[in-house]
């Protein structure tokens, strides 16, 4: 049985690239975890599971960066996601907004399901297609729903974990917060170099 290492991009890997000595593919098979390199966004990362995902994997490890809605929570933290939501998946009924589980086509949050312990900090998520930059979408979500951090994809890997029945673990380090988008404020570099030191010592306890 081995840990499926997830992310969307080999960017937020890249010094757990470096630290194996690993070719720079999407797919990456070694002896104890493989690495899937999905594409940005929850289409992306569902289609890539639904050819790789199987019963070999005893579990799915999500990494990557995220943007961060409370600021007491530093630039560069580790967050261990415990339940993530498709923000925008549902229907809008004048100023209401009624997810897919209002409507009874299915459920729209998903929790992380592992035996696992790791020692990082809690926090729930949304998966959003379109990444929050406008103030007053920006408060419409925190106060519908009151996210800890915002990703393209952590949803569609706990729901491709939760229909195959395997343990997950997402784990995301905060490169921005969530605000008007401003690219001077964000620091992606030291988010995913704290991503992969943890990556890199989590897998190595693993084996």
């Given amino acids: 049985m081995k840990t499926l290492v997830v992310a969307a991009t080999k960017a937020e890997l890249t010094l757990l690239y470096q630290h194996y000595n690993l070719a720079a593919e999407d797919f990456i098979e070694t ?4 690495i899937l390199i999905t594409g940005v966004g929850m289409v992306a990362t569902a289609f890539a599971l ?8 005893n579990l799915v490890l999500n990494l990557g960066i995220a943007g961060c809605f409370d600021r007491k929570i530093e630039l560069g933290s580790l967050l261990n996601i415990t339940q993530d939501t498709f923000s925008e998946l549902g229907a809008e009924n004048g100023d209401d907004f009624l997810t897919i589980s209002d409507l009874g086509f299915g459920e729209s949050t998903y929790p ?6 790791i020692d990082l900090p809690t926090a729930t998520a949304i998966t959003v297609n379109r990444v929050s930059g406008n103030e007053k979408s920006i408060n419409a ?9 915002e990703s393209m994809e ?3 890997v ?5 229909c195959e029945n395997i343990d997950c673990l997402q784990v995301r380090s905060i490169s921005n917060y969530v605000e008007p988008r401003n690219k001077d404020n964000w620091k992606i570099g030291l988010a995913i170099k704290n991503l992969n030191n943890w990556a890199i010592t989590f897998l190595s306890e693993m084996n």
């Fill in 158 to 162: 706990f729901f491709a974990c939760s």
């Fill in 31 to 34: 002896k104890n975890f493989d």
């Fill in 141 to 149: 979500i925190a106060n519908r729903l009151n996210p800890t951090i």
């Fill in 50 to 57: 639904g050819k790789q995902l199987s019963s070999k994997y």
């Fill in 112 to 117: 992380n399901k592992t035996r696992l312990k």
């Fill in 154 to 156: 952590g949803a569609a």
